[in-house]
């Protein structure tokens, strides 16, 4: 090799070499960067929403790599702020109704201003003797159908910590059998009162909203839906209807990946000031009605379409989740918070009591009326829960969890020692809200998993079955 061609290798090293740390850095830039939002946003709501001890939040909630990100709460000016050196400050605050919001690309000022003349109209339930309307407490009595001894063992193994590296940290269980509460506990730091997150279980809540919109004529199920930038004449995206965006089946490219990685869901949900908007912006990987693919992203957009329904004004639509769903069912402590743009974050942030979770579940076991009022529309429910054909294993209805269906064999459905017919809301870290109509059976876990397999919900809601004779 002649002495200028080495040069030349060892100049094309150096510049790979190069590229390759500036790629490094940046990378690493953009996960810290998302880390320092992760952790004041969650803080913030944990403080303000849930009202936990911060010290707690930190050393359970943000341990491990996030404990180097430095955060101060601001009980005063009801905000978290958290910081990094060569990170730009995030700031998360909090508002009443609304509970926390990430300032990206936007004021103070100019978010706090967002919640004039906004009715939330919390006496919607008055003349109600109880918190409790709609079904009965749990008196610690149990029926003759429940073994106390079984249902004693399921709950305690649901609390139970075998394995330190790999913790369960249950926080609250829930279970409602034929209308009554048959069990129901927390953790030492958790209360009936703490409202928890319930993540991706928030879809499953833009799902109902959804229901009632299209119950009110705003919303329509199987037309294209208008979104502007959408609308050209050879996009092929103005094809894609409200059905398709529930079933996950819209054919847009997301990277639903969570934890420490820029991933598509993380710069949207903590890197972006409108989380509508960045979804939309993604172009289709597949032809619409194709290919099921999980995507927190199509949930925003549906977040957008609801805001859009009401003309763009924030103070209706802001009260709309409250007046026309929480305060119908008594889920008074359930607080879905918006984006710095006023989009309310329906893929993931959302926060309630075990109550205010089982009393949705309960919702759906009966078919959507509460009290006598239905407030989804009829055969709502069965649509949600019927499978979308795209969908591999039949797994998935519009925005529920399946499992498979009467029409799905056993031994290929998601979960093959429960019912065919149960169906389900579930979170990052753990939350669920298993519904089993043909078991009248209703079963809320709230947790804090960081590893999968610590905790098996198939086996938990199995256990509580056993318990219970069917008839």
């Avoid at 960045?278 to 999980?294: Q, S």
């Avoid at 429910?381 to 979308?388: A, K, L, M």
Wanted: charged share 20%.
């Amino acid at each position: 090799m002649s002495l200028i061609t080495r040069k030349r290798v060892v100049r094309t090293l150096l510049i790979i070499a190069a590229l390759l740390l500036g790629y490094a850095f940046y990378y690493g830039w953009q996960v810290v960067a998302i880390g320092t939002a992760y952790k004041a946003k969650v803080l913030c709501s944990g403080v303000f929403i849930s009202k936990r001890n911060p010290e707690h939040i930190l050393n359970e909630d943000l341990e491990g790599i996030l404990s180097i990100i430095h955060s101060e709460v601001d009980y005063e000016g009801s905000s978290v702020i958290t910081s990094f050196p060569g990170i730009p400050n995030q700031r998360a605050i909090f508002r009443d109704g609304l509970g926390c919001t990430l300032l990206t690309d936007a004021s103070e000022m100019e978010v706090r201003g967002q919640t004039s003349d906004i009715d939330f109209n919390p006496l919607a339930l008055s003349g109600r003797e109880n918190d409790m309307a709609g079904f009965e407490g749990f008196d610690g009595k149990l029926t003759a159908k429940v073994s106390t001894r079984k249902l004693t063992e399921a709950i305690d193994k649901a609390f139970s910590e075998k394995d330190s590296d790999s913790p369960v940290r249950t926080r609250a269980v829930m279970v409602i059998h034929d209308g009554q509460i048959i069990a129901e506990r927390y953790a030492p730091s958790i209360s009936p009162d703490t409202a928890l997150p319930g993540w991706s279980m928030t879809k499953s809540v833009t799902n109902a909203l959804v229901g009632i919109l299209v119950k009110q004529g705003r919303l329509s199920l199987y037309e294209p839906v208008r979104i502007a930038e959408w609308s050209g004449e050879d996009d092929p995206r103005g094809e894609i209807t409200l059905d398709q965006l529930l079933r996950m089946s819209s054919g847009l490219k997301f990277d639903e990946r969570s934890g420490p990685v820029v991933s598509d869901v993380n710069r949207m949900l903590l890197r972006s000031r409108d989380a509508a908007a960045y979804a939309i912006a993604k172009p289709l990987r597949y032809p619409p009605d194709t290919h099921w693919h999980y995507s927190s992203g199509t949930t925003n957009i549906i977040s957008g379409l609801m805001r859009d329904s009401f003309g763009g004004t924030l103070a209706r639509y802001f009260a709309f989740p409250r007046n026309a769903l929480f305060n119908k069912i008594g889920m008074h402590n359930a607080t879905l918070e918006p984006d710095a743009s006023g989009t309310l974050v329906g893929s993931s942030f959302m926060y309630a009591t075990v109550g205010d979770w089982a009393r949705f579940g309960l919702l759906y076991l009966q078919d959507g009326v509460w009290e006598g009022e239905r407030i989804l529309p009829e055969g709502w429910v069965s649509y949600s829960t019927t499978p979308t054909p795209t969908a591999p294993k039949g797994e998935y209805g519009a925005h529920f969890w399946t499992n498979g269906g009467e029409d799905t064999p056993e031994d290929t459905r998601p979960w093959k020692s429960l019912p065919a017919d149960s169906f389900y809301a579930a979170g990052y870290e753990g939350q669920y809200i298993v519904i089993i109509p043909s078991r009248k059976l209703v079963v809320v876990r709230l947790g804090l998993i960081k590893k999968l397999k610590a905790w098996d919900m198939e086996s938990f809601v199995s256990s509580i079955l056993e318990a219970i004779a069917e008839g």
